[in-house]
């Protein structure tokens, strides 16, 4: 086994999910994925925890997504089971990239619906999702087998004490915030209010890797529009050139350049869905591409991303409303020219440059 394969599962064990003696850990992880968690129950074994694996292959997802008469239910034993865990890993990776892309996607979007309770049970325990560099993931992200792990694996061991350090420095600016204005090009120009509401630090916690930080607007402020230039892969589809306008938080209207049809089973799985739920702010500097990959992507310096659908609970101000749906979509903002963040009328960043770094 290669050693950094172990090493990951040291960092999730130790450092992400604080794997504890005596913790029921629930780890779900496609086969391609398998080294990973061999050695994820080799650390569950010397800390005393008592793991459990699940299969969790995009194919077999799509034969019951394309084959379901009626409509879904929310698995009953699947959520009993993230009841009684204490924690939960999650690992990503691909044989095959577009394997769900031919399943209609208001069929994913009444699937999600079911699932929401189970996720919010599973959201409610300690947590890490993670990526294992599988093949199917380096051909999306045009890179060889070889290069994509050297570059999921150098994410993952950043030194996270002095990373948590850096994006503290963006964490108390928004916390003192009322009001954050995002404009890039000539496209996107947005406001939104982010009183009373919590800023988390990202470091490699739930995410691995990290490197972002992120709030939840609120509910009812967010006004403007916003072009989201560079591409997600959702339902095994890519979309591009994303617009969309916001009135009184809301989505009032929205295009895509490619598969747009995919945004309308997004934004009509519910009325939370047509809400922003996140602002997150991307500060990882190791991450120096993009990569079709929104675990990676979204942590990129030089961006700053919104989400549509749930919000953190964790951000959200006892005084605020807490905007739920069963969707959570990131979409991404390039900001590394023509680009500035305002804070309550200050410039906190411009073209990718924090107020706090040295060539601002």
Same mark, same amino acid.
């Given at each position: ?37 061999? *050695? /994820?129950? #080799?650390?569950?074994?010397? $800390? ?7 299969? %969790?292959? =995009? ?58 309770? *189970? /996720?919010? #049970?599973?959201?409610?325990? $300690? ?7 599988? %093949?199917? =993931? ?223």
């Amino acid at each position: 086994m290669d050693p950094r394969i172990r090493e990951h599962a040291q960092t999730i064990a130790d450092h992400s999910a604080d794997i504890r003696s005596g913790d029921d850990v629930v780890i779900s992880a496609p086969a391609v994925a398998e080294e990973l968690v061999v *050695a /994820l129950h #080799e650390a569950c074994a010397e $800390r005393g925890a008592n793991p459990v694996y699940l299969n %969790s292959s =995009s194919r077999a997802t799509r034969a019951f997504l394309k084959n379901r008469d009626g409509e879904f239910e929310t698995p009953d034993h699947l959520l009993s089971l993230y009841e009684e865990m204490d924690a939960f890993v999650a690992v990503r990776g691909d044989v095959n990239a577009t394997e769900q892309s031919d399943v209609d996607p208001e069929t994913n979007a009444a699937y999600r619906r079911a699932m929401q309770p *189970a /996720l919010k #049970e599973r959201l409610s325990k $300690r947590w890490c999702l993670t990526q294992f560099p599988a %093949s199917g =993931s380096a051909q999306l992200a045009g890179m060889s087998t070889d290069a994509y792990q050297n570059f999921v694996w150098d994410a993952v061991s950043l030194d996270w004490d002095a990373q948590r350090e850096h994006q503290a420095q963006m964490v108390d600016i928004l916390d003192d915030a009322d009001e954050v204005r995002i404009r890039s090009g000539e496209e996107t120009d947005v406001t939104m209010s982010v009183a009373g509401n919590s800023t988390l630090n990202d470091y490699g916690e739930k995410n691995l890797p990290g490197g972002e930080v992120f709030t939840a607007p609120v509910k009812e402020s967010v006004e403007g529009e916003v072009h989201f230039d560079m591409p997600l892969y959702r339902q095994g589809r890519e979309i591009e050139d994303v617009r969309v306008r916001f009135e009184d938080g809301r989505v009032e209207s929205y295009s895509a350049g490619r598969n747009e049809e995919v945004l309308d089973g997004v934004f009509e799985t519910d009325e939370g869905a047509r809400y922003l739920g996140e602002l997150g702010i991307g500060m990882n500097r190791a991450i120096d591409r993009f990569t079709y990959n929104m675990l990676f992507d979204e942590k990129m310096g030089d961006t700053v991303h919104m989400a549509v659908g749930s919000a953190y609970a964790e951000c959200v101000g006892e005084e605020n409303e807490l905007n739920e749906s069963a969707e959570h979509v990131d979409m991404i903002v390039d900001m590394s020219e023509d680009s500035v963040i305002e804070v309550d009328g200050e410039v906190v960043q411009r073209d990718g440059t924090f107020v706090f770094e040295e060539d601002f």
